[in-house]
């Protein structure tokens, strides 16, 4: 068998990527992918912590994290839609109105 | 090694070259398509530790449903290639450091908990799509059911949000 360990380490190497593209992508569809690939770390996790411990609810939780990323991807994109016919740009850094 | 340890290492070299490629890419689509290689990736590691419910959602609802939407609106605004601007500073330094910090203390807290950590236990015995769900139709049912109206919420914020206004 696998490890535990070895899933968490992935985990934590997945989410570490997730913020990195989270601060340096410019793209607001491109954020969004990273807070999914973030979200799909935990996942990770989750599942294996649920087999560790010998106890299903992490899968239970697994599938509540993913209804609520399918929730906030359809939401989140109808807003990326919106700002993007506002804005004629994808560029976050021009999405600026509440800036000083 | 095992079988499982080399499908285990080939599966998680799969995810970070998605992950890293998600980054390396400028174009969206090719960020999004990279994504869907981590998806995948990780269906097969959920299918490796036994849980093969949630690799069936993993595919079915990530890597089909919420990547088509993505892709479906990339296309719709005709998404072109990441502007570069010269402002972004604080991205690299702060993000480098943030990231380097995250992973660390993430990092740590396993090496330092890890000995503790039971041994799996055999794959596909104890976590049947029959246990999930009387587990999730019983304990819990309440979160359930409260998807089903956070579901109902986020289709009346979307349709409200994209539609054209007068």
Known sequence: MVPTNYYLIL??????????????KRNIITLFMA??????????????????LGKPDGEVFVLFVIVVAAAEAAVGLGIV???????HSLNVERVDLLKL | MTAPLI???VLAALAIFGAVS???????????????VVMVALAGLYLLM???????????VYGGAIMVLFVFVIMLLNAGLEERTNFSGLATYAGIPLALAVSGFIAAAIARSGGYLPAPAPSGALTSTKTLSMLLFTEFVYPFELTSFLILVAILGAIVLAQREN
């Open chain 1, 11 to 24: 985990s934590a190497i997945l989410f570490g990527l997730g913020i990195v593209a989270f601060v340096f």
């Open chain 1, 35 to 52: 807070i999914e690939l973030m979200l799909n770390a935990v996942n990770l996790a989750f599942v294996a912590f649920s087999q560790s």
């Open chain 1, 81 to 87: 839609i919106l700002t993007a016919r506002n804005r």
């Open chain 2, 7 to 9: 499908i285990f290492f």
């Open chain 2, 22 to 36: 998600l980054i390396l890419q400028r174009h969206p689509i090719y960020s999004a398509l990279s994504l869907i």
């Open chain 2, 50 to 60: 036994g849980a093969e419910f949630v690799a069936a959602v993993q595919i079915i």
